[in-house]
T-cell receptor, first 118, second 113 residues
Framework: GAVVSQHPSRVICKSGTSVKIECRSLDFQATTMFWYRQFPKKSLMLMATSNEGSKATYEQGVEKDKFLINHASLTLSTLTVTSAHPEDSSFYIC??????????????FGPGTRLTVL | AQSVSQHNHHVILSEAASLELGCNYSYGGTVNLFWYVQYPGQHLQLLLKYFSGDPLVKGIKGFEAEFIKSKFSFNLRKPSVQWSDTAEYFC???????????FGAGTTVTVRA
């Protein structure tokens, strides 16, 4: 149980275009999902916290107009990188916390999406 | 806010050697503590977690970690590593009433056959 999927697993796009990444909790409902960015040989950096039915909370330094997050249902959150530039190339990872747990104990991570902007 | 430091950037071991990875955190209150592992090409998986109770926590794949409150530490150990333990290991913390995880920089463990 507690499986999180991401789609696509990798994407290559041209500079200036927008890319949407989906994060789904497959076998549980997630009131909260998180989006992270992982640079090569570096740790995960939290970008934003996504709550179902409300606006995402962005970490300091993350441009909310550039990284649009929508959490339309208890099983789906999307991250749209708008007007992508080469510096946005990275590994984006989502995680989810099961709603029924009622606590803050564990996040389940998706496999990540490799974004390359040419 | 919490911060997490992992002392070892890259550890290289031979099979059957013992492993210990250091993790220290800075936070004045109660914390939840986690160790995650990321095998090459795979997603993050939870190795073990500590919320309260026995400070010696046993996880999957023979790993354990000890919470020492006075040292703000949560070091990960495995008595005898295998080649398949080659991976990136991340220590993470959050406050009990906060979903947000703070990750350490990670330690790359390479086990040589």
């Amino acid at each position: 149980g507690a499986v999180v999927s991401q789609h696509p697993s990798r994407v290559i796009c041209k500079s200036g275009t927008s890319v949407k990444i989906e994060c789904r909790s497959l076998d549980f409902q997630a009131t909260t999902m998180f989006w992270y960015r992982q640079f090569p040989k570096k740790s995960l950096m939290l970008m934003a916290t996504s709550n179902e039915g409300s606006k995402a909370t962005y970490e300091q330094g993350v441009e909310k107009d550039k990284f649009l997050i929508n959490h339309a249902s208890l099983t789906l959150s999307t991250l749209t990188v708008t007007s992508a530039h080469p510096e946005d190339s990275s590994f984006y990872i989502c995680s989810a916390t099961p709603a029924q747990r009622g606590g803050f104990d564990e996040q389940f991570f998706g496999p990540g999406t490799r974004l390359t902007v040419l | 806010a919490q911060s997490v430091s992992q002392h070892n950037h890259h550890v290289i071991l031979s099979e059957a050697a013992s492993l210990e990875l250091g993790c220290n955190y800075s936070y004045g209150g109660t914390v939840n503590l986690f160790w995650y592992v990321q095998y090459p090409g795979q997603h993050l998986q939870l190795l073990l977690k500590y919320f309260s109770g026995d400070p010696l926590v046993k996880g999957i794949k023979g790993f354990e970690a000890e919470f020492i409150k006075s040292k703000f530490s949560f070091n990960l150990r495995k008595p005898s590593v295998q080649w398949s333990d080659t991976a990136e290991y991340f220590c993470a913390v959050n406050a009990p009433n906060d979903y947000k995880l703070s990750f350490g920089a990670g330690t790359t463990v390479t086990v040589r056959a």
